[in-house]
């Protein structure tokens, strides 16, 4: 189901909510956003690494940033189903959720799909919709409680989530859920959805 973690310029990402989140999102992971500079940050990668991604949060630590761990449920475990997704050029997407859509391309997540047959399309006949106030709350009000999105417009210099009331805040961080953060790593006190841990998943049997 995947994690997004928010991260204002004056907040940290604790190097425990990472591990404790690759306790389960393993499937790749992907950043997004504005540099100090104002210049756009994006980064994509089909495996995850916490060495990896604790140098590159260390190199923006001064920055606005979205976090992405994947955990994959629909789609290949590959570079082009991690997030952000581009929709245009300095219009990105992050998504935690399963969207009810129809695969039209084999291996391509429900995300892929929102993005290439929804959003681009939409964009290309409307420019500045999909950064349309409006249109967001519209968007947001079709989507069910365990849908969260981020959208970043580097044109606007502008980071907004959907679905912001249904995560979680922990330490100035926004969240996009609790689920999947190994409680036995990082436990929380307060949790609109219960920690899973790595016990929890081994003792689960499926047949």
Not at 1 to 29: Q, S, Y
Not at 175 to 183: A, E, K, M, P
Request: charged fraction near 25%; proline fraction near 5%; include cysteine.
């Amino acid at each position: 189901m995947c994690l997004i973690v928010h991260k204002p310029k004056e907040a940290r990402i604790p190097e425990d909510l990472v591990a404790a989140a690759l306790a389960f999102n393993t499937d790749g992971w992907g950043l997004m956003g504005i540099a100090p500079d104002q210049s756009l940050i994006i980064e994509r990668h089909a495996f995850s690494d916490f060495g990896e991604i604790r140098q590159v949060l260390a190199r923006h630590r001064d920055a606005e940033l979205v976090l992405h761990l994947r955990r994959r449920t629909r789609g290949a475990a590959d570079r082009e189903n991690t997030h952000p997704l581009a929709i245009a050029p300095g219009l990105h997407l992050m998504h935690n959720g399963t969207l009810p859509l129809y695969s039209r391309v084999a291996g391509r997540s429900d995300s892929w799909h929102f993005v290439n047959d929804l959003l681009r399309p939409l964009h290309l006949r409307h420019p500045g919709l999909i950064s349309d106030p409006d249109f967001l709350r519209l968007l947001e009000l079709s989507m069910k409680a365990d849908n969260k999105a981020v959208l970043l417009d580097s044109h606007l210099n502008r980071i907004v989530i959907l679905n912001r009331a249904h995560g979680a805040e922990f330490e100035g961080l926004w969240l996009s859920n609790t689920r999947w953060l190994d409680r036995r790593v990082l436990p929380l006190s307060h949790t609109p959805q219960t920690q899973l841990s790595t016990q929890d998943i081994e003792r689960l049997h499926f047949g």
